[in-house]
């Protein structure tokens, strides 16, 4: 507390007498107050202890955050204070964070590092390639946001799901993977002789889908989030409460394996080929058919993957699709999507997934029901 507190107090002075235009003397402070860290901390009276930088390292940010504070910024000054009095204060839980890592995921972070901070701002702001379709800036941005959100998913899977069992694995893997989710969930009940808490992961896994798919458009077509929310919501809640209903005769049991890590920086290209594609075909469409061509445009893409049709969604004029129609249409891939966890359920786990698929159905023929109103309001 005294050697910190003097630290800034006397590189608060420093600072002071450099914003007065002393910038010699200010200079011949803080290295003046550097040497004594360095004597100071050089001394280590037991040499089997293993060397630690953090308190000299905390010692001359607290230099610094002094010398800003005394040259006329203190707001920034108490900011930086405080993050470096909770990284110091958090050290167990980051001990304990970092511990539980492992190679694969490093590697994933350090992707995402590229995929978010060494391309993204290099990218080029402007329409370019056929039909003006192409932002190279925006297409990234796309893949930033869609791998971040995923990742999230898959960090929160690490660290809670593993340690509460499979319900717990379903409900966040399935924000970033629920066909990956089903499929290994459907193969452990498949193999196993007496089925335990799997349906209930499954049912869990792919009603986390219905939150998803809102939260994207939101981002990504805010115009439409209205209309598709409404849409979805019978589905959602008739989704969960069917998960409920298999989670009231679910047994403990332990959890799988999450789904692999979701970031890869090749699949991270391959998604941005598709969506430049999405994105040439939607301006086509546009032009050659109108709204009722995109739709049908979204309908096909959503159907190989949801993401993308959202995405390309996103990209489109406010006029070129009404927001209930592409909800409809978006919609629409939902119900392929779960058609085929449904038939994934059924192959792998067979009469066990009965109960899963049934759960499933359930939300679907309320989604068809909900989108044949919605035709209704065209």
Do not use: C
Not at 34 to 39: E, K, N, P, R
Not at 145 to 158: H, W
Not at 287 to 294: H, L, R, T
């Amino acid at each position: 507390m005294r050697t910190f507190t003097l630290l800034g107090l006397v590189s608060g002075l420093a600072g002071l007498i450099g914003s007065e235009g002393q910038a010699l003397a200010a200079g011949a402070i803080i290295a003046g107050a550097a040497g004594v860290l360095t004597v100071g901390y050089a001394h280590r009276p037991d040499l089997s202890q293993k060397p630690d930088a953090t308190t000299p390292a905390a010692a001359i940010g607290t230099l610094g955050l002094g010398f800003v504070a005394g040259f006329g910024n203190p707001a920034l000054a108490i900011a930086g204070a405080t993050i470096i009095t909770l990284l110091l204060a958090l050290r167990e839980e980051t001990h304990h964070f970092i511990e539980r890592l492992d190679e694969d995921d490093v590697k994933a972070l350090a992707r995402y590092a590229v995929i978010a901070g060494a391309v993204l701002p290099f990218l080029p702001n402007g329409h370019f390639g056929p039909l003006g379709a192409w932002n190279p800036q925006k297409l990234w941005l796309v893949v930033v946001l869609v791998t971040g959100f995923s990742f999230l998913g898959y960090v929160a899977n690490r660290i809670f799901g593993e340690r509460h069992g499979t319900i717990a694995t379903a409900i966040i893997g399935g924000a970033y993977s629920s066909t990956a989710v089903t499929q290994s969930l459907a193969q452990r009940l498949g193999s196993e002789e007496r089925g335990g808490a799997e349906p209930t992961g499954i049912a869990f896994a792919t009603a986390v889908m219905y939150l998803r798919v809102p939260v994207l458009v939101a981002v990504l077509a805010t115009r439409v989030f209205a209309p598709i929310s409404l849409i979805i919501l019978p589905a959602l809640a008739t989704a969960w409460a069917a998960g409920f209903w298999l989670y009231r005769k679910a047994p403990r049991h332990a959890g799988p394996a999450p789904p692999g890590n979701p970031i890869r920086l090749l699949p991270a290209l391959g998604f941005v080929v598709f969506v430049a594609i999405a994105a040439v075909a939607a301006k086509w469409a546009q032009g050659s058919f109108g709204q009722s061509g995109i739709a049908v445009l979204l309908l096909i893409i959503g159907s190989m993957d949801v993401d993308v049709a959202i995405v390309t969604l996103g990209g489109l004029a406010p006029a070129a699709i009404s927001p209930l129609l592409a909800a409809m249409a978006i919609s629409g891939t939902i119900i392929i999507n779960m058609g085929v966890k449904i038939g994934i359920t059924l192959v792998y786990a067979r009469l066990k997934g009965l109960s899963a698929a049934l759960a499933m159905s359930s939300s679907v023929v309320v989604l068809a029901g909900a989108i044949a109103i919605a035709w209704t309001q065209l």
